[in-house]
């Protein structure tokens, strides 16, 4: 209690504070208003508005003062960054806090994904807030590193850093009243329970609701959204890498609504965080939208802070963290200077904050066993069609084709003519020998193999590739990394980038993370494909819940009717 | 759980709800629109909006359809009525939950009557949420029935129904940082912490709001609530029955602010509360005032449920309470029907809802001690002058004033001529036999004697009156009582309202209540007083944190320095 009675010396102004910033056009998201003051700190915290007395005087001079921005969902795995790391690139654009979800994490390591998260997440330019991630594994078509229950859960949800329970993304099962799912809901009593259910509308939506599901960023439509919003959920405005909502959904904004708006970036790569932005990017796009630059701000970050609970985050009043964005053009913000709890973390774009000593790295999980190339082989048997995965660019969903394969000695091969290239998974978590083989459209690879051990959601080790020997010489070399990315030709590697941690995220810092991966897409597009991120596409094909076909380690999977299908089609 | 299972099936649209709401154009608090909608109800919440099937169908053919009304600070204890009997007065207005700080009933029994409080505000049709009082006593200058510290507010935080610490009126504790108040803070963590600092600006409210304070009832002034909301304080826009803030705030509220502003009645008497009405009276004076009919919901309800963290209050979605009112004109708001719970429990002004069982009443409080009228004699012994205290019409403070007094036999009496009237407080809780004898101008009495077991905060014995006798009679009459108000001449009892519960409350119905009051009023005023509520003027002489002078059982208090003052002016 006497640091508490010495901030409020100061604040009674009978003691210097340590800073005081002066003459700020402050950012007033509680009042509404953007008014002139100077802003007095201590000990990390907004101690008062006044002429106060202070070791160190920052004179604003008229520069505007927001609260730091928070982003309320994301994947801090799609970064392929540490979290460390990913503070290098968000914070120099003024974000102060973020709500994460460690499904990646979680879906290898299980709790201990979730404990280095806590762990690697602490004492950073950025302040993090972690949901329990609900479905592990997301479906049982695939073989998951772990199994997360409501027991689970409930183990870890005290923990004053963890926010609630993260995206529902089993949206059936809750909607249907599955016991599993209504218990995950139920070990978050308190607080708050995150939704993920796109395209969902009407009588199942309002069960949805009724469970307990109070947000959602899945929305693509207008009227999805807005159903969404009618029926109390808190509406997170997505501008993710891939998944980009905000044009779409800025017609739903109003000054009635918006507090139950947030902004969420979701999934965004290591380059488009530091080329394009975070949550910057949000609000210069909505106020150039035409919404009200306070409306802007309130929905980046009081918005978020109290849809979360992050007590004293999201505003600049007494007793918040003195988390500041110093910018020059309500217009066109940037973010000048980056201020965490009072220290300066950013300046010009530069990052500034100290780095933390390194969290001990959680155990190595490329844990794979398969006999050679014979176990990709696929005899023909007979079989005249097949049935293939078409990518359609920029999108997450594939289609099914049925196509006629070319047959060599009796075994289904890559046909680079047509763009029929093998598609393989292994398991990689427990040794399980588990191989899933497919064929896939899309990549025009003309040579070599591309392999990823990020693969959604349970990040077995997936490969695309116009040859068996460089399929099994990117999976050695995957071994070699514990968990990558990697490109290979005749039997070389051409570009790699190791992901160390749970086969995940790199454990390199953020510029030569950047520069990997521009070298990846480089080799990638020399081998002959014309997709512009085409590992975060292998990525996704195994991802199970999301029509309409799929390749896991369990094999092909229907992924409409959610059960396993047979390469082979019917006659 | 699976109570769940059903409610879900039944929002699936597999079972027929209880009932539907047919034809509503639903006053959308959360996306912030009117739009029609069909409300679905099960089991006394919101199932969903659509074309449901039901067992009961509700054909509003177009009529509004809104969540109940919020009140987000009140003391029960003012409208004299026990919590049945309130909801009786409110529940017709559309008044569906309340934040209370039974404020009066912890001076006088401490966490007893706490614990009455949460007891009897059970199974209403209206919620009730309390407030834990932070000021028992309010000083040391009077003596209260009880003393809450620290450690008594933890041992009742945890209780669902507890919304946090109330109003911390010792505003000057708080920001010099006096242990004590500190620790009261510390004991809500978690939960919500009210303020009350009439007045306060600039540093001292910098430290108030650091300190941990996020609300204010107190604001009077138009700049002094925007200060307040600029540093992060709610602020509950106040309409009591003496109390009316609302005109001189309503400038404060935009669409950018709204969401941190709350309606609140704080003390208001019965017969206002039937005629004049409660939250609704908020509501339809600020939309004659211009603002946005949807603002004024949300003011009255949304808003309040957010910042009190009422789980399932406060809005028309799924898994909220069914909690609403029907209502014809957006212009002037005036509920047709209210529902809680689902259930109709009043139209056109009838309250239909069934009494639960009356809860077992508190102990007696009438305890007191004095030596018959001799106690109440002030001998002249050659002073000249006296203090006196001066009542300004319609307001709490005080003036003091220096007087010659009457004397007679030696001994200073009351001057009906001069308008200058002895003044009693006897303390009556602990029989220590304390009395503070006073004198005071502003009552207008030419006989006999008004006596009020309500005498804020410590609720001893106050008795103003023209003679002695009169001023025992009425002291014996509470006795008689319980404790009470009375009007008294000639030894004879002109009027009289018991207060047995705590000597604050009516065990009586609400109609009664009102009759009895005004009785009082009329009896008062044929002995001699002008005053419109002479009782609630007498209630606050003894209150003495408030300037300028005050009488309490300790004697005549300089309420400006906080301390004891002598009758006897200096020559």
New interface residues.
């Given amino acids: 209690?006497r640091n508490?009675?010495q901030?409020?010396?100061i604040?009674?102004?009978e003691k210097p504070a340590e800073l005081l910033f002066k003459n700020a056009q402050l950012v007033?998201v509680?009042?509404?208003?953007i008014?002139p003051a100077d802003v007095?700190v201590e000990d990390g915290?907004?101690?008062?508005?006044?002429d106060?007395m202070a070791k160190t005087v920052i004179d604003l001079k008229d520069a505007y003062l927001a609260p730091s921005l928070i982003d309320g969902h994301f994947h801090v795995e799609s970064s392929l960054l540490t979290a460390s790391e990913f503070a290098r690139a968000v914070v120099p654009h003024g974000t102060g806090a973020m709500v994460i979800d460690p499904h990646e994490y979680a879906n290898v390591l299980g709790l201990d994904g979730i404990r280095y998260v806590l762990e690697s997440t602490k004492n950073l330019a950025v302040d993090f807030f972690i949901m329990l991630p609900s479905c592990v594994p997301a479906t049982q078509l695939e073989t998951a590193g772990s199994r997360l229950t409501a027991d689970d859960l409930k183990l870890m949800i005290a923990d004053e850093r963890i926010a609630g329970v993260a995206e529902l993304m089993n949206y059936r099962g809750v909607?249907?009243?599955i016991?599993s799912e209504?218990?995950k809901i139920?070990a978050g009593k308190g607080k708050v329970i995150d939704g993920h259910a796109p395209g969902l509308r009407?009588?199942?939506?309002?069960?949805y609701?009724?469970?307990?599901i109070r947000s959602d960023h899945e929305s693509t439509e207008l009227e999805e959204a807005?159903e969404k919003?009618?029926?109390?959920m808190h509406i997170l405005l997505r501008e993710g890498s891939t998944e980009r909502n905000l044009d779409h959904l800025l017609p739903l904004i109003?000054?009635?609504?918006s507090?139950?708006c947030s902004f969420a970036t979701d999934d965004r790569l290591p380059g488009d965080l530091v080329h394009e932005g975070h949550v910057d990017h949000c609000v210069r796009k909505v106020i150039v939208a035409g919404i009200?630059p306070?409306?802007a701000f309130?929905i980046a970050t009081i918005n978020t802070a109290?849809h979360y609970r992050l007590r004293n985050f999201g505003?600049i009043?007494?007793?918040?963290w003195a988390d500041f964005v110093v910018f020059d053009d309500l217009k066109n913000f940037t973010a000048r200077q980056v201020y965490k709890k009072g220290v300066l973390v950013a300046e010009h774009g530069k990052y500034l904050a100290k780095s933390p000593e390194a969290t001990p790295l959680p155990r190595s999980t490329m844990n794979v066993r398969y006999d050679a190339a014979k176990d990709f082989t696929v005899k023909a048997n007979g079989g005249t069609k097949i049935k293939i995965i078409k990518i359609i660019p920029d999108q997450i969903v594939t289609k099914q084709l049925i196509e006629t394969p070319k047959v060599e000695n009796g075994e289904i091969v890559s046909d680079t003519a047509r763009d029929i290239l093998k598609l393989v998974v292994v398991e990689r978590h427990r040794a399980t020998g588990k191989v899933g083989v497919g064929f896939v459209r899309g990549f025009k690879l003309k040579n070599g193999a591309l392999a990823s051990s990020v693969a959604h959601d349970a990040h077995n080790v997936v490969v695309v590739g116009t040859n068996d020997t460089d399929i099994l010489s990117a999976i050695l070399q995957l071994e070699k990394l514990q968990g990558g990315l990697v490109a290979v030709a005749d039997g070389e590697v051409k570009a790699e980038l190791g992901l160390p941690i749970a086969g995940l995220v790199s454990d390199k810092p953020l510029d030569e993370v950047i520069q990997h991966m521009a070298g990846l897409n480089a080799a990638a597009h020399a081998l002959g494909t014309d997709l512009a991120a085409p590992f975060m596409i292998l990525s996704f094909l195994s991802l199970s819940p999301i029509p309409e076909l799929r390749l896991t380690d369990q094999g092909l999977i229907d992924s409409v009717y959610l059960r396993h299908t047979n390469l082979f089609a019917a006659a």
Avoid: C, D
Avoid at 45 to 50: D, E, H, K
Avoid at 202 to 207: H, S, W
Avoid at 229 to 232: E, T, Y
Avoid at 254 to 257: E, G, K, L, S
């Fill in positions: 209690m508490v009675q901030k409020l010396a604040a009674r102004g007033n509680l009042s509404g208003e008014h007095a915290r907004v101690i008062g508005f006044g106060y909607f249907l009243g016991e209504l218990a139920e009407g009588k199942n939506l309002n069960a609701a009724l469970a307990g807005r919003l009618r029926l109390g109003n000054a009635h609504n507090a139950n009200a306070m409306t309130q109290r505003a009043a007494p007793r918040y």
